[in-house]
């Protein structure tokens, strides 16, 4: 169980392009999603945090214009990247919780979409 | 504020013996959790390890043990045996206390990079 799924996996756009990443919990409902980008060599950077049915909270130096985000179900998420550029190809991932997995409140990653813009 | 920090950025070892992976924290929280991941060249995260900061007792999971060392505010990784497939990136992540609707976000670490050679 606690399986999440991200879509596309990978995705190639022009510059000036918007692209919309779909995150799922396949078989538990999600209160919570967290969008992560990870440039290469790099850590995971938190940049929002998504509940259901409210405004997505942005992490400082994310733009909220630029990366929307929606949470319009406890399984489903999406981050639109919006007039990307080529500094926004990165590797984004999510991850979706909370669920109780006996030793703490765990959330539970997609496998990640790389993005490359052009 | 919150931090984590990986001194190492890349480790070797041979196959079949024991690694540790350090990992050092900083949080005025009195409720924290310490989380492992590993993140191969698929870029999925694998959760491996969790240990609360209220837990008495070092965490483990098999071939994967936490040494927690709350007053140093260390909680370094232990893999024993080690396999060709541990080689990849791996991450110490820490969760603050309990915020509201029970959930918060994850702070990851830089990073250390694995390589098992046979």
């Known amino acids: 169980g606690a399986v999440v799924s991200q879509h596309p996996s990978w995705v190639i756009c022009k510059s000036g392009t918007s692209v919309k990443i779909e995150c799922r919990s396949l078989?538990?409902?999600?209160?919570?999603m967290f969008w992560y980008r990870q440039f290469p060599k790099q850590s995971l950077m938190l940049m929002a945090t998504?509940?259901?049915?409210?405004?997505?909270?942005?992490e400082q130096g994310v733009e909220k214009d630029k990366f929307l985000i929606n949470h319009a179900s406890l399984t489903l998420s999406t981050l639109t990247v919006t007039s990307a550029h080529p500094e926004d190809s990165s590797f984004y991932i999510c991850?979706?919780?909370?669920?109780?997995?006996?030793?703490?409140?765990?959330?539970?990653f997609g496998p990640g979409t790389r993005l490359t813009v052009t | 504020a919150q931090k984590i920090t990986q001194t190492q950025p890349g480790m070797f070892v041979q196959e079949k013996e024991a690694v540790t992976l350090d990992c050092t924290y900083d949080?005025?929280?009195?409720?924290?959790?310490l989380f492992w991941y590993k993140q191969p060249s698929s870029g999925e995260m694998i959760f491996l390890i969790y240990?609360?900061?209220?837990?008495?007792q070092n965490a483990t999971e098999g071939r994967y043990s936490l040494n927690f060392q709350k007053a140093r505010k260390s909680a370094n990784l232990v893999i024993s045996a080690s396999q060709l497939g541990d080689s990849a990136m791996y991450f110490c992540?820490?969760?603050?206390?309990?915020?509201?609707?029970?959930?918060?976000?994850?702070?990851f670490g830089a990073g250390t990079r694995l390589a098992v050679h046979p």
């Open positions: 991850s979706a919780g909370p669920l109780y997995s006996g030793a703490s409140y765990e959330q539970y």
């Open positions: 078989d538990f409902q999600a209160t919570t």
């Open positions: 998504s509940n259901e049915g409210s405004k997505a909270t942005y």
């Open positions: 949080t005025s929280d009195q409720s924290y959790g």
């Open positions: 240990q609360g900061s209220y837990d008495e």
């Open positions: 992540a820490m969760r603050g206390g309990l915020a509201r609707g029970g959930y918060n976000k994850l702070i």
